[in-house]
């Protein structure tokens, strides 16, 4: 099978005293073995919660509305708590948004690392201490780290502790929300790097959510833009920054800041509302090329050329 993880027409809705807030409006994609997929978009277009859907760790108002997710052959949708606990950690980790707040601040890192080890696998405490810095290894840090609270640590160094934990029982897919958020530019680049060389090490998939098109420029095989809920385009990164198909994406691109430019250019207006999402194309209203049918019709995502994919009613004319 060349795809670890199959995602189909999949829906989270958000229960309102008015009605349901479409977060995740029917979103499809598929992640290759030993892939990094970038999922990006402006804040509040749905990227957290499709990722915390998948994963099955969405809290309430929130809740699975729909649709198919098929991890490694095995429809998660389907599994109960016990049967998603033996998958967890071992076949599928998760790198959530804000993780340097993730750590205990009365254990030493060791003793985090241990635990994650211990509570998911047959592996024994033993077993588990000798892991802990080699761990650390992995990803870039020295093995005395082990030995420290985490308030002894950089926001970088935190991280790091997080994605080594999130490796630990060398899982087939890892998801990271966001995980270079706030940290600034030199850290960035090292958590990126670090990222590259554990598909390489590993023979990971890593499935990476961020809103930052420049960091995906720099770390994804292939990518997805999210806007309103809904996946607006699929293809490899190259490709997509070369000439993106859709508008959206067009615009995301442009507002890159680069010392090349004189200005940066934003997009116009404001995302629409989750609880009442416009007709038609729901970036008609902020799209520069908008025609009559993109104001009535939704647009189907569909082929175009070489793994491409894109919902847009222009492409084409």
């Known amino acids: 099978m060349d795809h670890i993880l199959e995602v189909e027409n999949f829906k989270v809705y958000y229960k309102g005293v008015a009605g349901d807030y479409r977060a995740v409006d029917g979103v499809s994609f598929e992640v290759k073995r030993r892939e990094i997929f970038g999922i990006a978009g402006e804040s509040g277009c749905g990227k957290s919660t499709l990722v915390e859907g998948i994963l099955r ?6 809740y699975v509305a729909g649709g198919k997710v ?3 052959g095995i429809e998660l949708l389907k599994l109960n708590e016990e049967e998603l606990r033996k998958i967890r950690w071992k076949k599928l ?14 254990l030493k890192v060791k003793d985090q690392i241990i635990d994650a080890i211990v509570t998911n696998s047959e592996i024994t405490k033993k077993e588990a201490e000798k892991q802990a810095p080699k761990l650390l290894e992995t990803v870039g840090l020295p093995t005395d780290v082990s030995e420290m609270y985490p308030h002894e640590l950089s926001g ?14 060398k899982p087939d897919l890892v998801v990271a929300d966001e995980p270079v958020t706030a ?10 790097q670090t990222i590259s060389e554990l ?12 809103h930052d098109m420049a960091v995906h420029a720099e770390l994804v095989d ?43 250019k934003g997009i116009p207006g404001i995302s629409p509302s989750l609880f009442n999402w416009p007709a038609g194309c729901r970036f008609h209203p902020r799209c520069p090329f908008a025609q009559n049918v993109c104001k009535t019709e939704l647009p189907q995502m569909r082929k175009v050329g070489q793994d491409r994919f894109v919902a847009c009613h222009l492409v084409g004319e």
């Open 57 to 62: 760790i969405i809290k309430p108002p929130g």
């Open 70 to 72: 098929i991890f490694d």
């Open 93 to 106: 980790s998760y790198v959530p948004q804000g993780s340097m707040n993730s750590l205990n601040p009365i």
């Open 156 to 169: 970088g160094m935190k991280q790091r502790v997080i994605i080594a934990t999130a490796i630990a029982l």
């Open 183 to 192: 940290l600034d530019l030199v850290v960035q680049r090292g958590i990126l």
């Open 199 to 210: 598909r390489e090490k590993n023979n990971v998939a890593i499935l990476f959510v961020a």
């Open 222 to 264: 292939r990518l997805a833009v999210m806007y309103a809920g809904l996946i607006m385009e699929i293809g490899p990164v190259i490709d997509v920054f070369k000439d993106p198909l859709n508008p959206y994406t067009k615009l995301l691109i442009d507002a890159i800041p680069s010392i090349a430019k004189k200005k940066i």
